[in-house]
């Protein structure tokens, strides 16, 4: 029996770092509308659903041909939990995963979406969250993490690197996540948790206008320099 996935594309309307940042323009286009077109582009989802408090969303599901879905008002809070706004969504969609695109990673390509999708079926994982590595020397609470104070100060390659949760994609089996939930436990992070790395550009988000500036000049960037090749001062 083939396996069933819906893509959830999360977009909360009242965002308080950057208002509406989920419709802020990024290269001419609405932020939300990059992971849109990769997720069509992947071409491995049943159903690609909106979800999201406000009806302002709508239009950008229907013009781009998705399914939206206007969630309870009380799942629409700053201090909501992803785990009941997922729970909440599982109640409704019924299917054997349920794949959580971050619409303010517009970075997120199509192949990197299926990438993490296959490896997360391979594994036959009951949760996962992507991740970036960071290779260098950390500290929490002003203790070294991966480096030891009192020894020759490491070379950044031999230092074993922090994997940093950057959200890009969340993934879960529905059954185990809403039995977790059942049970009163966390769901996010539940039963085999794999922890997948994406590229640099999948872990730009925008939270704020200084991200979305950078992610503006990242994108301009990108495309002006797609064929550059390495250039070196030698004189």
């Not at 594309?9 to 323009?25: C, E, F, M, T, Y």
């Not at 939206?68 to 008002?73: H, M």
């Not at 390509?109 to 991740?131: D, G, H, P, Q, W």
Request: charged share 25%.
């Amino acid at each position: 029996m083939k396996t069933s996935i819906i893509a959830m594309i999360p977009a909360r309307h009242g965002s308080q770092r950057l208002k509406l940042k989920n419709l802020a323009s990024l290269g001419g286009k609405p932020l939300i509308s990059y992971v849109v077109n990769s997720a069509k582009e992947a071409k491995l989802f049943d159903k690609i659903v909106l979800n999201s408090d406000s009806e302002i969303f709508s239009e950008i599901a229907k013009k781009n041909g998705i399914d939206f879905y206007l969630r309870p008002k009380k799942l629409g809070s700053s201090k909501t939990k992803s785990d009941d706004v997922v729970n909440d969504f599982c109640k409704k969609f019924k299917s054997d995963i349920i794949v959580w695109l971050n619409p303010i990673c517009p970075f997120q390509t199509a192949k990197e979406i299926r990438n993490v999708v296959n490896y997360f079926i391979r594994e036959k994982c009951n949760s996962l969250i992507t991740c970036s590595k960071i290779q260098t020397h950390c500290v929490y609470k002003n203790k070294p993490i991966n480096y030891k104070k009192k020894s020759k100060f490491a070379r950044t390659q031999d230092i074993s690197p922090i994997m940093s949760l950057n959200y890009s994609i969340m993934m879960w089996k529905t059954s185990s996540f809403i039995n977790a939930i059942k049970n009163k436990r966390g769901a996010i992070l539940h039963g085999k948790t794999s922890y997948y790395e994406v590229g640099k550009a999948s872990s730009i988000m925008i939270k704020n206008k200084e991200d979305l500036i950078f992610a503006e000049a990242y994108l301009k960037a990108m495309v002006s320099n797609e064929n550059r090749n390495v250039k070196y001062h030698l004189k």
